[in-house]
């Protein structure tokens, strides 16, 4: 299994310019997430998916927007880029909801910088 | 609100030290914790995890402490590697099943 793969692995963006975070993966979770990780902090969630064709908002998720068409791929969107939105982003997912634990896989993550 | 803190957020140990990393959380529902390990420039990577009917879990050379009546959990690293140069983050499951992640502690092994 390749787990959870992120593309691509660095961006740079003008501000205002838009552009889709990519996010496989090959464990048949159900659950899927994207965070996003500021210089020295944690991670915070943007959106979050149990499940085809369902997605929720998480803590951040202004300025971004997700689709769930199947159970492998959960991309992340940038409609309008901002300054604010440089970061690292990671997408993971879980088992969870099929009698598996919470425990989330990551992926190698993408760094976003908007100029 | 829900949240996950560390205590420090950096700690230097000697090569073949052990080390303690510390963890204190808010929400009394959590009720799954988990340890993750964060190298430069890639994601966290799962380490241990512990639910809350337990207090203390092992795995290899780590151990998972968790003490419900303080809200604090702890993880211990037996004989400190170079390779454990990392940053460690504590999450908690809390409500509709989402993490919360604390800061993070820095974790550096001195040769």
């Known amino acids: 299994n390749a787990g959870v793969t992120q593309t691509p692995k660095f961006r740079i963006l003008k501000i205002g310019q838009s552009m889709t975070l990519q996010c496989t993966q090959d464990?048949?979770?159900?659950?899927m997430y994207w965070y996003r990780q500021d210089p020295g902090m944690g991670l915070k969630l943007i959106y979050y998916?149990?499940?085809?064709?369902?997605?929720d908002k998480g803590e951040v998720p202004n300025g971004y927007n997700v689709s769930r068409s199947t159970t492998e791929d959960f991309p992340l969107r940038l409609e309008l880029a901002a300054p604010s939105q440089t970061s690292v982003y990671f997408c993971?997912?879980?088992?969870?909801?099929?009698?598996?634990?919470?425990?989330?896989?990551f992926g190698p993550g993408t760094r976003l910088t908007v100029l | 609100g829900e949240s996950v803190g560390l205590h420090l957020p950096t700690l230097s140990v000697q090569e073949g030290d052990n080390s303690i990393i510390n963890c204190a959380y808010s929400?009394?529902?959590?009720?799954?914790f988990i340890w993750y390990k964060q190298e430069s420039g890639k994601g966290p990577q799962f380490i241990i995890d512990?639910?809350?009917?337990?207090d203390k879990r092992q795995g290899q050379r780590v151990t998972v402490l968790l003490n419900k009546t303080v809200k604090h959990l702890s993880l211990q690293i037996a004989a400190t590697q170079p390779g454990d140069s990392a940053v460690y983050f504590c999450?908690?499951?809390?409500?509709?099943?989402?993490?919360?992640f604390g800061s993070g502690t820095q974790l550096t092994v001195l040769p």
């Open positions: 993971a997912s879980s088992p969870a909801g099929r009698g598996g634990t919470d425990t989330q896989y």
């Open positions: 464990m048949n979770h159900n659950y």
């Open positions: 998916s149990v499940g085809a064709g369902i997605t």
């Open positions: 929400n009394s529902a959590s009720d799954y």
């Open positions: 512990i639910r809350s009917n337990m």
């Open positions: 999450a908690g499951i809390g409500s509709a099943r989402q993490l919360t």
